[in-house]
Protein backbone atom coordinates (compact mmCIF):
# COMPACT_ATOMS: atom_id res chain seq x y z
CA UNK A 1 0.00 0.00 0.00
CA UNK A 2 1.24 3.37 -0.68
CA UNK A 3 0.26 7.12 -0.30
CA UNK A 4 0.07 9.53 -2.75
CA UNK A 5 -0.58 13.01 -1.86
CA UNK A 6 -1.79 16.45 -3.32
CA UNK A 7 1.17 17.63 -5.86
CA UNK A 8 2.01 20.42 -8.49
CA UNK A 9 2.64 18.36 -11.39
CA UNK A 10 5.32 19.56 -14.11
CA UNK A 11 7.82 18.54 -16.09
CA UNK A 12 7.44 16.22 -19.22
CA UNK A 13 6.20 12.77 -19.51
CA UNK A 14 7.09 10.14 -22.51
CA UNK A 15 4.28 7.61 -23.60
CA UNK A 16 5.51 4.18 -23.15
CA UNK A 17 5.43 1.70 -26.56
CA UNK A 18 1.97 0.39 -26.83
CA UNK A 19 1.19 -2.66 -25.22
CA UNK A 20 -1.58 -3.60 -28.20
CA UNK A 21 0.43 -3.07 -30.81
CA UNK A 22 3.83 -4.62 -29.36
CA UNK A 23 2.03 -7.85 -28.73
CA UNK A 24 -0.07 -7.59 -32.46
CA UNK A 25 3.57 -7.56 -33.85
CA UNK A 26 5.24 -10.84 -31.58
CA UNK A 27 2.43 -12.84 -32.64
CA UNK A 28 2.18 -11.92 -35.98
CA UNK A 29 5.84 -13.00 -36.14
CA UNK A 30 5.23 -16.69 -35.82
CA UNK A 31 4.00 -16.85 -39.27
CA UNK A 32 7.08 -15.44 -41.14
CA UNK A 33 10.40 -17.07 -41.67
CA UNK A 34 12.00 -13.66 -42.02
CA UNK A 35 14.07 -11.94 -39.15
CA UNK A 36 11.27 -9.66 -37.35
CA UNK A 37 12.96 -6.30 -35.98
CA UNK A 38 11.07 -4.49 -32.97
CA UNK A 39 12.55 -1.00 -31.80
CA UNK A 40 11.22 1.14 -29.26
CA UNK A 41 9.62 -1.43 -26.71
CA UNK A 42 8.41 -0.87 -23.54
CA UNK A 43 8.26 -4.17 -21.17
CA UNK A 44 5.57 -5.69 -19.06
CA UNK A 45 4.52 -8.58 -17.53
CA UNK A 46 1.51 -8.61 -21.15
CA UNK A 47 4.73 -8.11 -23.24
CA UNK A 48 7.03 -11.20 -21.43
CA UNK A 49 3.86 -13.19 -21.82
CA UNK A 50 3.69 -12.76 -25.38
CA UNK A 51 7.26 -13.31 -25.40
CA UNK A 52 7.03 -16.71 -23.63
CA UNK A 53 4.47 -17.61 -26.21
CA UNK A 54 6.32 -16.87 -29.40
CA UNK A 55 9.20 -18.61 -27.79
CA UNK A 56 7.60 -21.56 -27.10
CA UNK A 57 6.08 -21.34 -30.88
CA UNK A 58 9.19 -22.44 -31.76
CA UNK A 59 11.12 -18.98 -32.25
CA UNK A 60 14.28 -17.51 -31.30
CA UNK A 61 13.91 -13.61 -29.74
CA UNK A 62 16.73 -11.48 -28.98
CA UNK A 63 15.51 -8.91 -25.93
CA UNK A 64 17.63 -5.47 -26.02
CA UNK A 65 16.67 -2.82 -23.90
CA UNK A 66 14.41 -1.13 -26.62
CA UNK A 67 14.36 -3.56 -29.23
CA UNK A 68 13.25 -7.75 -30.00
CA UNK A 69 14.32 -9.57 -32.66
CA UNK A 70 12.56 -12.65 -33.78
CA UNK A 71 14.27 -15.24 -36.23
CA UNK A 72 13.19 -18.66 -37.39
CA UNK A 73 14.28 -21.67 -35.07
CA UNK A 74 12.56 -24.69 -33.81
CA UNK A 75 9.25 -26.77 -34.04
CA UNK A 76 6.22 -25.60 -31.82
CA UNK A 77 5.92 -26.83 -28.68
CA UNK A 78 3.17 -28.49 -26.80
CA UNK A 79 2.59 -26.55 -23.57
CA UNK A 80 2.11 -22.41 -22.87
CA UNK A 81 2.60 -20.13 -20.49
CA UNK A 82 0.63 -17.13 -19.29
CA UNK A 83 0.37 -15.06 -16.43
CA UNK A 84 -3.12 -12.73 -17.07
CA UNK A 85 -2.87 -11.70 -20.46
CA UNK A 86 -5.89 -11.76 -22.18
CA UNK A 87 -4.51 -10.58 -25.25
CA UNK A 88 -1.65 -13.06 -26.08
CA UNK A 89 -3.99 -16.08 -25.19
CA UNK A 90 -6.53 -14.88 -27.24
CA UNK A 91 -4.35 -13.83 -30.26
CA UNK A 92 -2.84 -17.55 -29.38
CA UNK A 93 -6.00 -20.08 -29.23
CA UNK A 94 -6.73 -19.65 -33.17
CA UNK A 95 -2.74 -20.61 -33.84
CA UNK A 96 -2.73 -23.34 -32.05
CA UNK A 97 -6.03 -24.61 -33.96
CA UNK A 98 -4.03 -25.08 -36.53
CA UNK A 99 -1.53 -26.93 -35.71
CA UNK A 100 -3.49 -30.10 -35.27
CA UNK A 101 -2.05 -31.65 -31.96
CA UNK A 102 -2.51 -31.39 -28.69
CA UNK A 103 -1.55 -28.21 -26.49
CA UNK A 104 -1.66 -26.89 -23.13
CA UNK A 105 -1.77 -23.59 -22.30
CA UNK A 106 -1.37 -22.64 -18.62
CA UNK A 107 -2.84 -19.88 -17.09
CA UNK A 108 -3.51 -18.00 -13.73
CA UNK A 109 -7.37 -19.03 -12.60
CA UNK A 110 -8.47 -15.32 -13.07
CA UNK A 111 -7.29 -15.55 -16.28
CA UNK A 112 -9.45 -18.18 -17.37
CA UNK A 113 -13.01 -16.43 -15.79
CA UNK A 114 -12.52 -14.21 -18.56
CA UNK A 115 -14.90 -14.59 -21.63
CA UNK A 116 -13.85 -17.38 -24.37
CA UNK A 117 -17.10 -18.35 -25.60
CA UNK A 118 -16.37 -17.51 -28.77
CA UNK A 119 -13.48 -19.89 -29.29
CA UNK A 120 -15.55 -22.99 -27.30
CA UNK A 121 -18.18 -22.53 -29.62
CA UNK A 122 -15.72 -22.50 -32.63
CA UNK A 123 -14.30 -25.91 -31.17
CA UNK A 124 -18.11 -27.13 -30.98
CA UNK A 125 -18.97 -26.31 -34.10
CA UNK A 126 -15.91 -27.97 -35.85
CA UNK A 127 -15.02 -31.00 -33.78
CA UNK A 128 -12.29 -29.93 -31.76
CA UNK A 129 -11.08 -30.35 -28.41
CA UNK A 130 -11.30 -27.06 -26.03
CA UNK A 131 -11.55 -28.11 -22.19
CA UNK A 132 -11.19 -25.27 -19.93
CA UNK A 133 -9.64 -26.31 -16.62
CA UNK A 134 -8.48 -24.65 -13.28
CA UNK A 135 -6.14 -23.45 -14.33
CA UNK A 136 -5.08 -24.66 -18.16
CA UNK A 137 -6.51 -25.03 -21.53
CA UNK A 138 -6.21 -28.31 -23.01
CA UNK A 139 -7.04 -27.71 -27.06
CA UNK A 140 -6.58 -29.00 -30.27
CA UNK A 141 -7.66 -28.17 -34.08
CA UNK A 142 -7.28 -28.31 -37.51
CA UNK A 143 -8.77 -24.97 -38.23
CA UNK A 144 -9.50 -24.67 -41.88
CA UNK A 145 -10.22 -22.38 -44.56
CA UNK A 146 -13.98 -21.31 -44.50
CA UNK A 147 -16.93 -18.82 -43.88
CA UNK A 148 -16.54 -17.24 -40.47
CA UNK A 149 -19.39 -15.72 -38.01
CA UNK A 150 -18.67 -13.83 -35.37
CA UNK A 151 -21.89 -12.50 -33.19
CA UNK A 152 -22.14 -10.42 -30.21
CA UNK A 153 -18.29 -10.49 -29.65
CA UNK A 154 -17.72 -9.39 -26.04
CA UNK A 155 -13.48 -8.32 -27.28
CA UNK A 156 -12.42 -7.73 -30.66
CA UNK A 157 -9.14 -9.96 -29.85
CA UNK A 158 -11.42 -12.96 -31.09
CA UNK A 159 -11.31 -11.55 -34.62
CA UNK A 160 -8.07 -9.80 -34.52
CA UNK A 161 -7.16 -13.29 -33.28
CA UNK A 162 -8.62 -15.08 -36.46
CA UNK A 163 -7.26 -12.06 -38.84
CA UNK A 164 -4.09 -12.79 -37.66
CA UNK A 165 -4.34 -16.85 -38.51
CA UNK A 166 -6.74 -17.15 -41.24
CA UNK A 167 -4.36 -15.74 -44.22
CA UNK A 168 -1.71 -18.68 -43.68
CA UNK A 169 -3.79 -20.99 -44.60
CA UNK A 170 -4.56 -22.86 -47.69
CA UNK A 171 -7.56 -21.48 -49.18
CA UNK A 172 -9.72 -18.28 -49.12
CA UNK A 173 -11.40 -17.34 -45.89
CA UNK A 174 -14.20 -14.66 -44.60
CA UNK A 175 -14.80 -13.61 -40.68
CA UNK A 176 -18.59 -11.56 -40.70
CA UNK A 177 -19.03 -9.63 -37.39
CA UNK A 178 -22.56 -9.13 -36.46
CA UNK A 179 -22.04 -5.62 -33.57
CA UNK A 180 -18.55 -5.69 -33.62
CA UNK A 181 -17.09 -3.86 -30.54
CA UNK A 182 -13.86 -1.97 -30.26
CA UNK A 183 -13.34 -0.76 -34.11
CA UNK A 184 -10.46 0.67 -33.39
CA UNK A 185 -8.29 -2.55 -32.17
CA UNK A 186 -9.01 -4.46 -35.61
CA UNK A 187 -8.10 -1.42 -37.70
CA UNK A 188 -4.52 -2.08 -35.54
CA UNK A 189 -4.47 -5.49 -36.18
CA UNK A 190 -4.89 -4.83 -39.81
CA UNK A 191 -2.44 -2.57 -39.84
CA UNK A 192 0.01 -5.07 -38.10
CA UNK A 193 -1.42 -7.42 -40.83
CA UNK A 194 -0.47 -5.38 -43.60
CA UNK A 195 3.17 -4.65 -42.35
CA UNK A 196 4.17 -7.86 -42.56
CA UNK A 197 2.46 -8.43 -46.30
CA UNK A 198 -0.70 -9.13 -45.71
CA UNK A 199 -3.72 -7.65 -47.42
CA UNK A 200 -7.26 -8.34 -45.86
CA UNK A 201 -9.90 -6.02 -47.47
CA UNK A 202 -13.48 -5.50 -45.42
CA UNK A 203 -16.63 -5.33 -47.81
CA UNK A 204 -19.89 -5.35 -46.52
CA UNK A 205 -19.22 -6.17 -43.13
CA UNK A 206 -17.00 -8.80 -43.80
CA UNK A 207 -13.62 -9.62 -43.61
CA UNK A 208 -12.24 -10.91 -47.20
CA UNK A 209 -8.83 -13.36 -46.31
CA UNK A 210 -6.78 -14.41 -49.52
CA UNK A 211 -5.62 -17.88 -48.62
CA UNK A 212 -1.69 -18.65 -49.05
CA UNK A 213 -0.50 -15.43 -48.36
CA UNK A 214 3.16 -14.92 -47.10
CA UNK A 215 3.90 -13.33 -44.44
CA UNK A 216 7.41 -11.15 -44.48
CA UNK A 217 9.75 -9.61 -42.37
CA UNK A 218 9.85 -6.04 -41.05
CA UNK A 219 11.84 -3.64 -38.96
CA UNK A 220 9.34 -1.27 -37.35
CA UNK A 221 9.00 0.87 -34.46
CA UNK A 222 6.38 0.76 -31.83
CA UNK A 223 4.56 4.07 -31.63
CA UNK A 224 3.70 5.80 -27.93
CA UNK A 225 0.52 4.63 -25.89
CA UNK A 226 -2.45 6.65 -25.68
CA UNK A 227 -4.28 4.73 -23.67
CA UNK A 228 -0.98 5.00 -20.82
CA UNK A 229 -0.61 8.58 -22.07
CA UNK A 230 -4.99 9.22 -20.64
CA UNK A 231 -3.63 9.06 -17.23
CA UNK A 232 -1.22 11.96 -17.73
CA UNK A 233 -3.82 13.78 -19.99
CA UNK A 234 -6.45 13.66 -16.84
CA UNK A 235 -2.98 14.93 -14.39
CA UNK A 236 -2.46 17.63 -16.96
CA UNK A 237 -6.17 18.81 -16.56
CA UNK A 238 -5.01 20.20 -13.51
CA UNK A 239 -1.40 20.80 -13.79
CA UNK A 240 -0.54 23.13 -16.47
CA UNK A 241 2.99 22.91 -16.33
CA UNK A 242 2.58 19.28 -17.41
CA UNK A 243 3.48 18.23 -21.14
CA UNK A 244 2.96 14.66 -22.49
CA UNK A 245 4.74 13.68 -26.01
CA UNK A 246 5.85 10.27 -27.85
CA UNK A 247 2.15 10.22 -29.33
CA UNK A 248 1.29 9.51 -33.26
CA UNK A 249 -1.30 11.89 -34.53
CA UNK A 250 -2.77 9.53 -36.80
CA UNK A 251 -2.34 6.57 -34.71
CA UNK A 252 -5.45 4.32 -35.35
CA UNK A 253 -5.45 3.42 -31.77
CA UNK A 254 -8.96 4.03 -30.20
CA UNK A 255 -7.88 5.80 -27.19
CA UNK A 256 -6.60 8.48 -28.81
CA UNK A 257 -9.92 9.88 -28.58
CA UNK A 258 -8.81 11.21 -24.95
CA UNK A 259 -8.06 14.37 -26.74
CA UNK A 260 -11.69 15.00 -28.64
CA UNK A 261 -13.42 13.61 -25.86
CA UNK A 262 -11.62 16.67 -23.39
CA UNK A 263 -12.22 18.97 -25.67
CA UNK A 264 -15.85 17.84 -25.79
CA UNK A 265 -15.61 18.10 -22.38
CA UNK A 266 -14.84 22.10 -22.71
CA UNK A 267 -10.99 21.80 -21.95
CA UNK A 268 -8.61 23.37 -24.25
CA UNK A 269 -5.77 20.96 -25.11
CA UNK A 270 -2.64 22.26 -27.18
CA UNK A 271 -0.29 20.58 -29.49
CA UNK A 272 3.16 22.41 -29.89
CA UNK A 273 6.55 21.25 -30.15
CA UNK A 274 5.59 17.42 -30.49
CA UNK A 275 3.83 18.01 -26.62
CA UNK A 276 0.02 18.02 -25.52
CA UNK A 277 -0.54 20.45 -22.56
CA UNK A 278 -3.62 21.51 -21.16
CA UNK A 279 -4.90 25.28 -21.36
CA UNK A 280 -7.80 25.48 -19.84
CA UNK A 281 -10.49 23.46 -18.43
CA UNK A 282 -14.40 24.44 -18.33
CA UNK A 283 -15.94 21.77 -17.92
CA UNK A 284 -19.50 21.38 -19.50
CA UNK A 285 -22.58 18.18 -19.12
CA UNK A 286 -21.82 15.70 -21.74
CA UNK A 287 -22.34 11.95 -22.86
CA UNK A 288 -19.33 9.13 -23.48
CA UNK A 289 -19.68 6.36 -25.25
CA UNK A 290 -17.44 3.19 -23.86
CA UNK A 291 -18.28 1.36 -26.32
CA UNK A 292 -14.66 1.66 -28.77
CA UNK A 293 -12.65 2.91 -25.81
CA UNK A 294 -13.76 0.87 -22.66
CA UNK A 295 -9.38 1.12 -21.28
CA UNK A 296 -10.51 4.86 -21.15
CA UNK A 297 -13.32 4.13 -18.74
CA UNK A 298 -11.76 3.90 -15.20
CA UNK A 299 -9.94 7.38 -16.21
CA UNK A 300 -12.92 9.27 -17.41
CA UNK A 301 -14.92 8.21 -14.49
CA UNK A 302 -11.91 9.98 -12.38
CA UNK A 303 -12.11 13.22 -14.59
CA UNK A 304 -15.58 12.95 -14.26
CA UNK A 305 -16.36 13.00 -10.54
CA UNK A 306 -13.73 15.88 -10.45
CA UNK A 307 -15.33 18.07 -13.29
CA UNK A 308 -18.69 18.49 -10.56
CA UNK A 309 -21.31 18.77 -13.90
CA UNK A 310 -23.65 15.65 -15.17
CA UNK A 311 -21.63 13.04 -17.39
CA UNK A 312 -23.36 9.81 -18.58
CA UNK A 313 -21.56 6.75 -19.96
CA UNK A 314 -23.69 4.90 -22.46
CA UNK A 315 -22.10 0.98 -23.08
CA UNK A 316 -20.44 0.68 -20.01
CA UNK A 317 -21.15 -3.14 -20.02
CA UNK A 318 -18.06 -3.01 -22.13
CA UNK A 319 -16.64 -2.75 -18.39
CA UNK A 320 -17.54 -5.59 -17.18
CA UNK A 321 -15.44 -8.32 -18.75
CA UNK A 322 -11.89 -6.95 -17.68
CA UNK A 323 -9.00 -7.52 -15.64
CA UNK A 324 -12.03 -6.75 -12.91
CA UNK A 325 -15.34 -5.35 -12.89
CA UNK A 326 -14.45 -2.24 -13.65
CA UNK A 327 -17.55 -0.70 -13.62
CA UNK A 328 -19.01 -1.45 -10.39
CA UNK A 329 -15.74 -1.59 -8.82
CA UNK A 330 -14.93 2.39 -9.83
CA UNK A 331 -18.42 3.01 -8.72
CA UNK A 332 -17.69 1.72 -5.36
CA UNK A 333 -14.46 2.80 -4.80
CA UNK A 334 -15.80 6.63 -5.69
CA UNK A 335 -18.48 6.62 -3.63
CA UNK A 336 -16.16 7.01 -1.29
CA UNK A 337 -15.35 10.28 -1.92
CA UNK A 338 -18.97 10.76 -2.19
CA UNK A 339 -19.84 10.54 -5.75
CA UNK A 340 -23.59 10.32 -6.52
CA UNK A 341 -25.06 8.29 -9.81
CA UNK A 342 -27.14 6.65 -11.09
CA UNK A 343 -26.93 3.21 -12.74
CA UNK A 344 -28.76 1.56 -15.57
CA UNK A 345 -28.92 -0.56 -18.12
CA UNK A 346 -25.54 -0.15 -19.89
CA UNK A 347 -25.49 2.99 -18.67
CA UNK A 348 -24.50 5.07 -15.61
CA UNK A 349 -24.65 8.66 -14.60
CA UNK A 350 -22.83 10.82 -12.75
CA UNK A 351 -23.82 14.14 -10.78
CA UNK A 352 -22.75 17.11 -9.37
CA UNK A 353 -21.79 15.80 -5.75
CA UNK A 354 -20.33 16.75 -2.48
CA UNK A 355 -16.99 15.42 -2.42
CA UNK A 356 -15.57 14.88 0.87
CA UNK A 357 -12.25 15.17 1.86
CA UNK A 358 -11.63 12.21 4.92
CA UNK A 359 -9.05 10.07 4.82
CA UNK A 360 -9.21 6.50 2.08
CA UNK A 361 -7.93 3.96 1.50
CA UNK A 362 -8.60 2.38 -2.36
CA UNK A 363 -9.13 -0.79 -3.38
CA UNK A 364 -7.50 -1.30 -6.85
CA UNK A 365 -8.86 -5.21 -7.13
CA UNK A 366 -5.58 -6.15 -8.52
CA UNK A 367 -6.54 -3.91 -11.97
CA UNK A 368 -3.57 -2.01 -13.55
CA UNK A 369 -6.24 0.48 -14.73
CA UNK A 370 -8.12 1.03 -11.91
CA UNK A 371 -4.88 1.42 -9.86
CA UNK A 372 -3.66 3.95 -12.20
CA UNK A 373 -6.29 5.95 -12.13
CA UNK A 374 -6.71 6.54 -8.63
CA UNK A 375 -3.14 7.10 -8.27
CA UNK A 376 -3.97 10.15 -11.07
CA UNK A 377 -7.31 11.27 -8.70
CA UNK A 378 -5.34 10.89 -5.02
CA UNK A 379 -2.51 12.91 -6.90
CA UNK A 380 -4.86 15.84 -7.80
CA UNK A 381 -7.63 15.70 -4.57
CA UNK A 382 -6.32 17.35 -0.62
CA UNK A 383 -7.31 13.80 0.89
CA UNK A 384 -5.10 12.08 3.17
CA UNK A 385 -5.26 8.68 0.20
CA UNK A 386 -3.62 5.38 0.42
CA UNK A 387 -4.00 2.93 -2.15
CA UNK A 388 -3.66 -0.97 -2.27
CA UNK A 389 -2.67 -3.30 -4.85
CA UNK A 390 0.32 -0.94 -6.78
CA UNK A 391 2.05 -4.30 -8.20
CA UNK A 392 -0.81 -4.47 -10.62
CA UNK A 393 0.95 -1.82 -12.74
CA UNK A 394 3.57 -4.50 -13.56
CA UNK A 395 0.72 -5.94 -16.02
CA UNK A 396 1.02 -2.84 -18.63
CA UNK A 397 3.03 -0.55 -17.07
CA UNK A 398 5.97 -1.01 -14.58
CA UNK A 399 7.19 2.48 -14.93
CA UNK A 400 3.99 4.15 -14.13
CA UNK A 401 4.67 5.50 -10.21
CA UNK A 402 8.47 6.03 -10.94
CA UNK A 403 7.07 8.22 -14.38
CA UNK A 404 4.66 10.39 -11.39
CA UNK A 405 7.67 10.44 -9.20
CA UNK A 406 9.35 12.18 -11.76
CA UNK A 407 6.46 14.62 -12.30
CA UNK A 408 7.06 15.93 -8.70
CA UNK A 409 4.25 13.49 -6.99
CA UNK A 410 4.48 13.20 -3.68
CA UNK A 411 3.85 9.42 -2.51
CA UNK A 412 5.59 7.27 0.10
Same mark, same amino acid.
Given at each position: ????????????????????????????????????????????????????????????????????????????????????? *?????????????????????????????????????????????????????????????????????????????????????????????????????????????????????????????????????????????????????????????????????????????????????????????????????????????????????????? *?????????????????????????????????????????????????????????????????????????????????????????????????????????????
Amino acid at each position: MIEIKQSKAKGLVVAPASKSYLQRYILTSFYTKDKVTINNVTYSNDIYDALNVIEALGKKTTIFPKQIIIEENKSPKDEYYIKES *ATTLRLLIPILFTLNKTCTIYCKETLLQRPLDYYKDLALKNDFNFKIEKDKIVLKGNLKAQNYLITNPKSSQFVSGMLITLPSLANDSTIEVINEVSKPYLEMTLATLKEFGIKITYQDNKYLIKGKQKYQGVSINVEGDWSQAAYFFALALFNKDLKITNLNLNSLQGDKAIVNILKDFGCEIAYKNDCFMCLKREFKKMTIDLNDIPDLGPILMVI *ALLAQVEVTFINTNRLIYKESNRLDFMLFELEKLGLKYKKEDNKVTFFKSNLNYKKIVFETYNDHRIFMSLAILSAIIPNETFIKGEEAINKSYPDFLNDLKKLNICMK
